[in-house]
């Protein structure tokens, strides 16, 4: 017996398929906090008091009984041919059955048609008659007043949306025109698995959108490879064919194979020139701009499906700490930080509005992509607040910027120019010394704080102030040696 999960992956690789059932189970950490059970937010939208309600591990049997006297199915489990489905919504009409399918986002798009179309073929070689195929997903012009109000989280839609989240294509007709039969699909799946797993070949799939996991079992060698190997060159199609060819390293690229990225350039270059590669002049002008005292921000946040607080939207975060180091004219550098359990978004605003000093620069990594838009948010939800936290906006730089745009890149990076790469590059123990060690890490345990799961709480809070104080720490030391790199040298003292 096949679930729908199984189809995809067998479809994405035929190994993967083989070997997914084999490799342990790590527990499943969502990036999006779903608390509240959404099935259970859609049953009170649809006033439901009288209905049948599916398990897992039933006999399919008992929601194909269950169809003779209720008028409304909910998570029932079907079964055909080997594939079992888990149905959210079926709703008894004139005409036949009203299919509803639950999507915990903002807006489904038409692009996993083969989990759309295995539950209508299920559904459809069972006999069951379908009328209307609908989904629910969540609103995202909802906001959220003191209780939640499952009538206006969700809405329900005959069609998908498109990438500038408009209404796009009807389900119904979408679902006609992809659909296939299943039955040889799940016959060629029952003979794979009773095979060796076969053999891996490197395809578009390995490592498209996310990362297979099955990649670092099929590709062992790529983790030893040397900082300059032509496989870091960044976002290059190119790259394994180049290899296979005996250019292995950096400095070997085809020019004719290359995206014409400037970060590609950075790394070729500094593969060339022994390691390091610098665009001075650029760099330089960069780094002129900041002013003192320079303030390096860093905030941790919660993302949540459902909007826990008031005034929040679906998808909304709840920033719940901020740390700051501010590095004087003089060298010396002073400590900010922030941390707040449950909703405290006010006091984190008022607290930063204190902490920072009124001028200078304030420096973030990736600063318009995260930083700004939670000041933004902020400023939206507390307006009297806006005019300074604006005014933060207008003094905000990206730090990340000189390795976005290839002014600096160091092989030893990888062709990663995330804070925790290039601070493994520096003679400090940094992140390796904290228990917490990457920003999502960071957010699970939060989470344990936020739902008083843990008795380690004062632990637990430290750590989390030191891990985000090691990025503004980060921020620092790369400061200074991007200075270095443009001939300055600032020393710097910690107080
Ligand atoms: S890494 Fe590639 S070859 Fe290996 S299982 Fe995944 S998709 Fe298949």
Not at 177 to 182: A, L, V
Not at 426 to 446: H, N
Request: one cysteine or more.
């Amino acid at each position: 017996m096949y679930h729908l999960s199984d189809v995809k992956k067998y479809l994405r690789c035929p190994r993967l398929f083989q070997l997914d059932a084999t490799l342990p189970r790590t527990p499943f950490q969502p990036f999006i906090r779903r608390d509240e059970a959404i099935t259970d937010l859609a049953v009170r939208m649809f006033g439901l008091t009288d209905y049948f309600c599916g398990e897992r591990g039933d006999d399919p049997a008992l929601a194909i009984a269950a169809m003779e006297t209720n008028d409304w199915l909910v998570k029932a489990r079907f079964e055909y041919g080997g594939l079992r489905i888990k149905v959210p919504f079926l709703h008894r009409t004139e005409a036949g059955w009203d299919l509803y399918f639950l999507f915990a986002g903002l807006y489904p798009h038409a692009d996993d048609m083969q989990f759309y179309c295995g539950n209508v073929w299920v559904l459809e070689r069972l006999g069951i008659t379908l009328d209307h195929i609908r989904i629910i997903h969540l609103n995202a012009d909802y906001v959220r007043e003191e209780e939640l109000d499952p009538a206006r989280l969700f809405i329900i839609s005959e069609t998908f949306y498109n990438d500038r989240g408009r209404p796009s294509k009807n389900i119904a007709d979408l679902i006609a025109g992809k659909m296939t039969d299943f039955a040889p699909l799940l016959q060629e799946m029952d003979a794979s698995s009773s095979l060796p797993p076969e053999a891996p070949v490197r395809t578009s799939k390995c490592a498209s959108r996310q990362k297979c996991r099955c990649y670092d079992l099929c590709f062992p060698a790529e983790k030893e490879e040397a900082p300059d190997s032509i496989l870091n060159l960044i976002a290059s199609q190119h790259r394994y064919d180049m290899q296979q060819e005996g250019r292995t390293r950096l400095r070997d690229a085809d020019p004719e194979r290359l995206e014409g990225f400037s970060q590609q350039y950075a790394q070729i270059m500094a593969d060339r020139s022994g390691g390091v590669f610098t665009d001075r002049l650029a760099l330089q002008t960069v780094l002129d701009r900041y002013r003192y005292p320079i303030a390096f921000l860093d905030f941790e946040w919660e993302r949540y499906a459902i909007p826990p607080y008031t005034g929040m939207r679906p998808y909304d975060v709840l920033l719940f700490e901020y740390s700051l180091h501010i590095l004087h004219e003089d060298g010396t550098v002073t400590k900010r930080s922030f941390l707040s359990i449950h909703d405290d978004r006010r006091a984190l605003a008022e607290s930063l509005l204190h902490d920072l000093p009124e001028t200078g620069t304030v420096v973030a990594y990736n600063a318009f992509g995260a930083e700004a838009i939670r000041l933004r948010e902020l400023g939206q939800q507390f307006p009297d607040l806006k005019p300074c936290l604006d005014q933060v906006i207008s003094r905000l730089a990206d730090m990340q910027m000189p390795f976005v745009n290839g002014l600096v890149y160091d092989t030893r990076m990888k062709g990663s120019w995330s804070l925790k790469s290039i601070m493994a590059i520096m003679d400090d123990p940094g992140y390796a010394a904290l228990d917490i060690q990457r920003g999502m890490d960071a957010v699970y345990q939060w989470r344990l704080l936020d739902r008083e799961e843990t008795a380690k709480a004062e632990e637990i809070r430290d750590e989390l102030i030191a891990y985000c104080s090691m990025d503004t720490y980060a921020m620092v030391i790369v400061y200074q040696w991007l200075m270095g790199l443009t001939g300055k040298q600032i020393s710097i003292k910690m107080l």
